[in-house]
């Protein structure tokens, strides 16, 4: 297939008019750069937070700066963490209708389909726009079941005791050097309690948008589900094409509580000057099911490995995630399944698509403690590679300490061969049409497991990226 | 039946496949609503025919030209001809999983007819066609090909022709690996699909699906060449006497 420069940048030029606009900056306080200890304590006092979570902030700080870079995965050493604003604030306050968030934020989002999806299909939407969350709305009938979904400092500030109980306990910042950056500096997200038995069978949806330049978003997500209680989470981001770059790194914690079942879902679209590296994990309990539904399409480099930690007999966790690298970028994505109860399960099951000298790689890990026995896990990754720039990588790792279990591992790496492109193109479809639907039925098991609104645009986001010329 | 109109004509056409000559100067003349079956030994050429007559990019024409109403199409892209009218039933149809039949054919047709046919509007054109094939119509919310056995796959070919209603459909080997009753049911579809305004070149190895597509012409392809043309009766001699005594006879009366 003969991709010529032309069509990259058209299709980058695509991605620009739709999500990579960007608003003159209009912040209303934005950070000096770099990562003082004083850049924290400011932020902590601009949140009106307790102590205990500024001392939380400083022992993050203190980890970051001691972990260093890690070198295992997609190259890091160029982000330029002295660069970046780590907190911009955009306004004074939280709107929870559309009037009360400032003209322009709104006309962002309206461009980007949030308003009307609320009103289509949404049990509650929170838009976070530059570091903080700038709108948030929940259903009433939801909110009177005692459904909590609010901005993270709201929930800190909220219910302090509820969020200290959880907060921190699923991921601490000594896990990792970002979550230890995020630890330090986070801001927005999201704030999510279901009640025991209560169904939120319509998912509620969080937008992220960075808009300025050279800038650090860090949102923390807390998720607790409780008891036989269901939620569906899905998330989004996107953010302008600026020539610097800018950086994501996101900490999402889920506990999911005996019997209850918790789906996450991303649609990652970032512009490719982003750097996306977050950690995502969730505890189950007794006969709790997780499912992280991961998409990611846009980013220069995203590392990025849902987890689950199946604490206790019965539980349950499926990491399904779809990757797409094309020219420039790097997607390191996978799923972590560690076993630490007897009778859990675990399913990873990875898709990546790698074009235009994108790159893609694997990484899944699946770890069986002893005492775990008669537990099952199936790790499956498939990669497409479009053409010969591009590459594709799987680094599975399995560590077994029981032998009473059941596993499966498969990898296929194939690429879209000339005769089947012949074949669909014979029925009539150009070269990247017949790609595009080859691409789309390769994705086809994971993008099923999507709400119809979000398959429809998983779909037409691949296609975009592909090539502008489909449809 | 048959209109004067010449409307597809290959000349002295000449084929390489990483440079070793396979087609070595095919000729063949097909009216509106003519069926032409082309026979042939293994290895003689008959899918390099129609893989270069669709347009497979691993196929060069290196002499020669093919004319579809008047034009040569041998620059056109694949799906440029399936636009002009052209259709090839495969002779190993190819997989395609997670995309189901149903929306990879409207998908196509679209493409094929350049126009805009509505969800509703083309399942009732399939199912019609489905029914008319007698297909299950389970197959239509199946991934397309895959997994099906070789006998679906090629059902599934002449379902694709019926619903895409091409005017020249090139058959490789539509027949190879049914049992008879499919072949009974693949032969009388085709003929059901079959009008005087479409022509059909059908290449099989045996007889019997021309009793279902009955022939205007026979030609006997060998080495890169249409070596022997007749009517339907030279099927029926090729079963009888196999290509060695046939071609024998063929060069003492040419020599
Ligand atoms: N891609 C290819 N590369 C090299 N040689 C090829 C290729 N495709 C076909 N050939 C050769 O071209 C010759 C003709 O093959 P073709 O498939 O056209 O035969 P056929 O008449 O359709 O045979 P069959 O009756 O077995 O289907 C064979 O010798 C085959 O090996
Ligand atoms: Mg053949």
Same mark, same amino acid.
């Given at each position: 297939m003969a991709v010529t420069e032309k069509d990259i940048q058209e299709s980058k030029k695509v991605y620009k008019e739709k999500y990579g606009f960007a608003d003159p900056e209009q912040a209303i306080y934005k950070a000096p750069k770099g990562l003082d200890p004083e850049r924290v304590i400011e932020i902590s006092q601009m949140k009106n937070e307790p102590e205990w979570m500024l001392n939380f902030r400083l022992k993050s700080l203190e980890i970051f700066n001691k972990k260093?870079?890690?070198?295992?995965?997609?190259?890091?050493?160029?982000?330029p963490f002295e660069d970046l604003s780590y907190f911009v604030r955009t306004t004074e306050k939280q709107g929870t209708?559309?009037?009360?968030?400032p003209e322009y934020i709104k006309d962002t989002f309206d461009k980007l389909g949030i308003p009307e999806a609320e009103r289509k299909f949404l049990a509650g939407v929170s838009a976070q726009y530059e570091s903080e969350v700038v709108y948030h709305s929940i259903q009433k009938d939801l909110e009177a079941k005692g459904v909590i979904f609010l901005s993270t400092e709201e929930g800190l500030e909220q219910h302090p005791e509820l969020f200290r109980q959880y907060?921190?306990?699923?991921?601490?910042?000594?896990?990792n050097k970002f979550a230890a950056m995020n630890g330090a500096f986070w801001s927005g997200g999201s704030f999510v309690y279901v009640p025991p038995g209560?169904?939120?069978t319509i998912p509620l949806q969080a937008y992220f948008r960075i808009n300025a330049e050279q800038m650090g978003q860090f949102e923390r997500t807390l998720i607790i589900v409780d008891e036989g209680a269901y939620v569906h989470y899905v998330e989004g981001c996107t953010a302008p094409v600026y020539s610097t770059d800018s950086f994501h790194s996101g900490v999402i914690e889920i506990i999911v509580q005996k019997n209850a079942r918790c789906r996450y879902t991303t649609i990652q679209n970032w512009s490719t000057n982003v750097y996306n590296l977050v950690t995502q994990r969730s505890a189950v309990y007794e006969g709790g099911v997780m499912e992280w539904v991961d998409a990611n399409l846009g980013s220069n480099i995203t590392m990025k490995y849902p987890s689950v930690y199946?604490?206790?007999?019965?539980a349950k966790g499926d990491i399904l995630s779809i990757a797409y690298a094309g020219d420039g970028q790097v997607l390191d994505a996978g799923g972590k399944a560690i076993h630490v109860a007897p009778n859990t399960s675990s399913k990873i099951i990875s898709k990546s698509i790698s074009q235009h000298g994108g790159r893609t790689s694997f990484r899944g890990l699946l770890k069986i403690y002893?005492?775990?026995?008669r537990s099952k896990s199936a790790m499956r990754c498939d990669a497409l590679i479009l053409d010969q720039e591009s590459r594709s990588d799987t680094y599975p790792t399995i560590e077994i300490e029981e032998e009473q279990v059941n596993l499966g591992h498969e990898a296929v790496v194939s690429r879209i061969g000339e005769d089947q492109l012949f074949y669909l193109m014979s029925r009539g479809l150009s070269e990247s049409e017949a790609a595009g639907m080859i691409v789309s039925g390769f994705i086809e098991p994971i993008v099923k497991e999507l709400p119809m609104e979000y398959a429809v645009e998983m779909n037409r986001l691949i296609q975009l990226q592909m090539d502008k010329a489909v449809g | 039946m048959a209109t004067e109109q010449p409307f597809f004509l290959i000349d002295d056409l000449h084929v390489e496949i990483e440079e070793n000559e396979i087609l070595q100067g095919v000729d063949l003349s097909v009216k509106r609503g003519e069926i032409h079956a082309i026979m042939g030994p293994n290895g003689s050429g008959k899918s390099t025919l129609a893989h270069t007559l669709m347009g497979?990019? *691993?196929?060069?024409?290196?002499a020669g030209q093919v004319l579809f109403n008047g034009e040569d199409?041998?620059?056109?892209?694949p799906n440029d001809r399936a636009k002009l009218g052209i259709f090839l039933a495969f002779q190993y149809p190819l997989a395609i999983p997670g995309v189901s039949t149903l929306n990879f054919l409207r998908t196509s047709l679209k493409a094929v007819k350049q126009e805009e046919i509505s969800a509703r509007q083309f399942r009732k054109h399939l199912l019609d066609k489905m029914d008319l094939l007698k297909i299950?119509?389970?197959?239509?919310?199946?991934?397309?090909?895959?997994?099906?056995s070789g006998g679906e796959k090629k059902r599934m070919e002449i379902l694709q022709m019926a619903v895409l209603e091409p005017e020249l459909a090139v058959l490789d080997?539509?027949? *190879?690996?049914?049992d008879i009753d499919a072949i009974r049911a693949v032969g009388e579809g085709i003929s059901s699909i079959m009008h005087p305004e479409m022509s059909i070149v059908i290449i099989t190895h045996y007889p019997r699906i021309l009793h279902y597509v009955k022939p205007d012409y026979v030609h006997i392809m060998v080495d890169g060449k249409i070596r022997q043309s007749g009517g339907f009766e030279l099927a029926e001699e090729l079963e009888a006497k196999g290509y060695d005594v046939l071609l024998k006879e063929v060069m003492q009366a040419s020599s």
């Open positions: 260093p870079v890690p070198k295992w995965g997609a190259d890091l050493d160029k982000i209708t559309w009037e009360d968030v907060f921190g306990t699923v991921i601490p910042s000594a896990d209560v169904q939120v199946l604490m206790e007999p019965g002893k005492g775990a026995e | 497979h990019p *691993s196929y060069e024409a290196t199409i041998l620059e056109r892209d299950s119509r389970e197959f239509a919310g199946r991934y397309l090909n895959d997994g099906f080997e539509i027949d *190879s690996g049914l």
